[in-house]
């Protein structure tokens, strides 16, 4: 099946400092989405992109969908602590009957120090 | 709009029993998914449903099964636990476009001993 490869796996970063994370794969995708998880809740959608070489903010998070859709990245520019949990990248490619599946990467847990 | 909601919120169970866990998705979502998240293996798909057909199953035993009510409820059955069963399971629901977007519950928290 398709696989995300998503990295880093952890980070642990000042306050104030730029975040950069990244999720590669081998098939390519129609639709690049970033979660985010806080602790005991269900992920929350962040960004979605939709074109190969698209660029897309939001607040101070920026994603970007590779030209050769495999690929995304997301930046978080001058953490503050409420940023700390896990970051989810998917890649959605249609799976048939009307159905486009999404495959999760295994997420970047990123903890600010204050 | 109320977001998905999950229900129960925790659950104990031992091995060899079965488990039923509930989700209400956003009014007007018509399609359901399921996830199962543990530490190691991350977000694993389980199976999506559709106007109360399931469209698309994931990699899981027979064990795990699920329907979907006229109403767009949706459930989701595990029969004859088993330890490696502990998970958070996540329902998930979107609106019928092909924009990828799920919007998660907060899942429920299953513990098999």
């Known amino acids: 099946g398709q696989q995300l490869n998503q990295s880093p796996q952890s980070m642990f970063i000042q306050e104030g400092e730029d975040v950069s994370m990244n999720c590669t794969s081998s098939?390519?995708?129609?639709?690049w989405l970033w979660y985010k998880q806080d602790p005991g809740e269900g992920p929350v959608l962040l960004i979605a992109?939709?074109?190969?070489?698209e660029l897309t903010s939001n607040g101070r998070l920026t994603a970007q969908f590779g030209i050769t859709r495999k690929d995304s990245f997301l930046n978080i520019s001058a953490s503050i602590p409420s940023d700390v949990g896990i970051y989810f990248c998917?890649?959605?490619?249609?799976?048939?009957?009307?159905?486009?599946?999404?495959?999760f990467g295994k997420g970047t847990k990123l903890s600010v120090i204050p | 709009k109320a977001g998905v909601t999950q229900t129960p919120r925790y659950l104990i169970k031992t091995r060899g029993q079965q488990v039923t866990l509930s989700c209400s998705p956003i009014?007007?979502?018509?399609?359901v998914s399921w996830y199962q998240q543990t530490p190691g293996q991350g977000l694993q798909f389980l199976f999506e449903?559709?106007?109360?057909?399931?469209?698309n199953k994931g990699n899981f035993p027979g064990r795990f099964s699920g329907r979907q009510f006229s109403n767009s409820r949706s459930e989701m059955n595990v029969s004859t636990l088993e330890l490696g069963d502990s998970a958070l399971y996540l329902c998930?629901?979107?609106?019928?476009?092909?924009?990828?977007?799920?919007?998660f519950g907060s899942g429920t928290q299953l513990s098999v001993l």
């Open positions: 998930a629901s979107s609106p019928v476009d092909i924009s990828g977007k799920l919007f």
């Open positions: 098939s390519i995708f129609n639709t």
């Open positions: 992109l939709y074109k190969a070489g």
């Open positions: 998917a890649g959605q490619a249609y799976s048939g009957a009307g159905s486009y599946q999404l495959t």
């Open positions: 009014s007007g979502h018509r399609s």
């Open positions: 449903y559709f106007s109360e057909t399931q469209r």
